[in-house]
């Protein structure tokens, strides 16, 4: 059976926002403690002292503010972005001929280094999200392939994480829920090491950098 921190923590981080705010001091325990009273009982299956839901709040509220305190460390100065227009983006179904296809057309392009192209692979189906200005020989490429979805008119947001951001939890969630709170839809997102690109619609990438380069 979970304890009372466990079943107040999991709680908590259903709502990405409240746990924000209770990182940033903000939150009235007791209030929220009153608020939660009923839900934490139903999954304890028992009766709940208020002054335990206080002190449960307390403990999560300092372990979100120390690792908050831990991302800001990390961003001594603001990163740079990147921004990239004319995007699309298309997905097939995996197959024993996807690969070949995509290798030969990434030894093509490879004298091309300036133009925008990716390649996730997952369990059923691999994209491509690539420069527009090559969107005929990206599609000639995989030409006989099951055709998934295709999409147009998005551009991207690259932010240059600093080195040591791999060992720092919560970073791509930061981004992300910002972009949220703003209501702009993340279409896909692309990472490497040091490397988080946000893909959305064209009309929405002025706010999305904005939005970004406040953060930090």
């Not at 603001?78 to 057309?105: G, H």
């Not at 192209?117 to 527009?132: D, F, K, P």
């Not at 080195?163 to 949220?180: E, N, R």
């Not at 040091?194 to 406040?214: P, Y």
Request: charged fraction near 25%; glycine fraction near 4%; proline fraction near 3%.
């Amino acid at each position: 059976m979970r304890t009372i921190p466990e079943i107040v923590t999991a709680l908590v981080r259903r709502s990405p926002y409240l746990e924000d705010a209770l990182s940033l001091g903000i939150v009235n325990h007791s209030a929220l403690a009153r608020r939660i009273r009923r839900d934490v009982e139903r999954e304890a299956m028992k009766s709940v002292q208020l002054g335990a839901l206080i002190v449960a709040l307390g403990r999560l509220s300092r372990t979100l503010t120390a690792r908050s305190k831990k991302r800001a460390g990390v961003f001594r100065r603001a990163p740079d972005l990147i921004v990239r227009l004319r995007l699309f983006e298309v997905t097939y179904a995996n197959s024993a001929t996807l690969v070949l296809k995509q290798s030969r057309l990434l030894e093509r392009l490879s004298a091309r280094p300036s133009l925008f192209l990716t390649v996730t692979r997952g369990i059923n189906e691999t994209t491509i999200i690539a420069s527009r200005e090559i969107e005929e020989p990206v599609l000639a490429a995989f030409r006989g392939e099951r055709h998934v979805c295709q999409i147009g008119q998005l551009a991207s947001v690259t932010v240059m994480l600093p080195a040591g951001t791999v060992s720092v939890p919560g970073v791509y969630s930061h981004i992300l829920k910002a972009l949220a709170w703003e209501g702009l839809n993340v279409i896909e997102v692309v990472s490497t090491l040091n490397e988080f690109t946000v893909v959305l619609d064209e009309r929405d990438i002025d706010a999305a950098f904005s939005i970004i380069k406040r953060l930090f």
